[in-house]
């Protein structure tokens, strides 16, 4: 039996992957089928949102 991967993404601020401050995910689900994980993606905090603009500006 094959093991199914997905992809988790991080939040890419100033030309690289970084971590969210908060430390939590959010699952992303297939919704034709919400048994299929396709992916995971960081929940950002406002530091995380400042982190960005400031590195855009």
Same mark, same amino acid.
């Given at each position: 039996?094959?093991?199914?991967?997905?992809? $988790?993404?991080?939040?890419?601020?100033?030309?690289?992957?970084?971590?969210?401050? /908060?430390? $939590?995910?959010?699952? &992303?689900? &297939?919704?034709?089928? #919400? &048994?299929?994980?396709?992916?995971?993606?960081?929940?950002?905090?406002? $530091?995380? #949102?400042?982190?960005?603009? /400031?590195?855009?500006?």
């Amino acid at each position: 039996m094959a093991v199914k991967t997905f992809d $988790e993404f991080s939040n890419y601020i100033n030309g690289g992957w970084v971590p969210s401050s /908060t430390k $939590e995910g959010v699952t &992303n689900r &297939n919704p034709a089928d #919400l &048994n299929d994980i396709v992916g995971s993606v960081q929940k950002s905090s406002a $530091e995380d #949102l400042e982190q960005a603009v /400031t590195a855009a500006s």
